[in-house]
């Protein structure tokens, strides 16, 4: 077509012939042909949140961003904890400070664009992507390594829950290797092969996510079938939990036991159902796992949930964003109105179009809220007394106490120290001379001018008060008021 017989798009449209794919996400672009523009090619501009949500809809991303700041300084708060303090104040253990660790990392996510301030746009109708804008590599890097890494253990932590319940096995060192491998190699496979042949571009937010091509096979399935896998695990140790416990309590019940050895199928489920001492011993013993791994159990439960929210909601916004025929034709009405009517005007056309927008910052806030779940269930009271020890340790080294405090600290130690030499005088007392016996001494003697420098230096001086001792505050000494009464008798010959 000449470029004279060129028809402009209506506003609020954009020509795409004006844009020629100079770089960005190209296939980003929201671009159709439709009866308004005489089948020209016309596209939104970008960023394409600006025209199907609110103008409240950036703040509402920002406020995400903050939230996310808040979860990071709880998920560095408890890594820290972890590293510094002791094992029975921190209560560490490696699953949970690997899901820390990745929970950190896909915080940090949503927490660069607050200081990088990306340009979503690469042109006026083009998104950046992760070859265009290094913020957008970085926080589309971060959510998927982070995302999977959290998904692979917390599986890992249910798997261990449930060994530890169900089998009576402690997870040994080849099990921590193989989680591992498994909570780390995973995730690395899976970001590779989303980079390298999805990439990740602006989409909805500041925070770049998967492409639409190829990330439902690359992305979403494989976590929607970890995020199963881990539920499966999780609910099978939750129904061994209630079987033990109807077990124990249906002990007496024949009709109950009957019922429940026959549901069982196996010969371990009828001996415990039988025996009352055997279902008492393994309901105590599941009931204390129970109350010692019940935060893991909420944690993960609550994670996975998270996930599997996340998936569905932007396997939904693929879906939305393919720009098929069915598609196109779906969503020409809004387009009309849009070019009638204005932006205002034509929100209630959307809803079959793209996620509403209470939807999209709730599935964001659930992502950026883990850090501060984490911090609700593994900080313990032994951390923040374990915390306050290492603050006063500080506190004494590098805090130098006023004259008062350590006026008041040194006439303490000095009267302690006054007061343990008071009482080895008492034992060291010189005999009057009505108790010496003419055959000579049979006692222990002290001379005049020994007892004259012990006397002296039981008077010891303040180093702020120099001339003034301890002697005026403490009692004197039996020996001490013999010495000031009476004269020493003269050594026996």
Known sequence: MDNSTVIECPPPFLSEASFPPKGGYIAGRYCAKLDITLYQSCCLPCPQTDWVYSDSFPHANTAVNWIAVVSLICSVFLLASSALLSAEQSRRYYITTCVLVSIMIMTLSFVIPLGAQPDQCFDAITPNDMHSNLACAWSGALLLGGGFCCI??????????????????????????????????????????????????????????????DAIPGVWVPALILAVATVLVQFATIGYCTKVYFQCHASGNGSLSHLLSASTGSQSGTTMALDPGLARQAYSRVKGLVKMQWRGFVMVLIII??????CIC????????????????????????????????????????????????????????????????????????????????IAARFVRPSREDA???????????????????????????????????????????????????????????????????????????????????????
């Open 305 to 310: 949930t998270d996930v599997i929210i996340f």
């Open 407 to 493: 006026d008041r600290w040194n006439f303490a130690a000095r009267t302690r120290q006054a007061d343990a030499r008071a009482r080895v005088y008492d034992t060291l007392k010189s005999p009057t001379p009505d108790s010496i016996p003419s055959s000579g001494p049979s006692k222990l003697y002290i001379p005049r001018h020994r007892s004259e420098s012990i006397a002296s230096s039981r008077r010891p001086s303040s180093p702020y008060s120099p001339g003034e001792g301890l002697s005026q505050f403490l009692p004197l000494s039996p020996l001490r008021q013999h010495l000031n009464e009476k004269p020493l008798p003269p050594l026996p010959v």
């Open 152 to 213: 692979m253990w917390i599986l890992m932590c249910a798997l261990n829950l449930h060994l530890q319940i169900c089998w009576k096995v402690v997870a040994a060192r080849k099990f921590c290797i193989m989680a591992h491998l498994l909570g780390w190699g995973v995730p690395a496979i899976i970001l590779i092969e989303s980079l390298s042949f999805g990439g990740v571009s602006y989409r909805f937010s500041s925070t770049c996510v998967s492409n639409h091509r």
């Open 314 to 393: 932007f396997l939904i916004m693929d879906h939305t964003s393919s720009l098929s025929d069915a598609e196109v034709a779906a969503s020409e009405p809004w387009l009309i109105c849009l070019a009638l009517k204005g932006k205002d005007q034509c929100y209630g056309l959307t809803k079959n179009i793209v996620l509403p927008e209470g939807t999209m910052v709730f599935c964001m806030v659930l992502l950026c809220f883990n850090g501060i779940w984490a911090f609700l269930l593994l900080t313990h009271v032994t951390t923040f007394t374990g915390w306050s020890e290492v603050y006063h340790k």
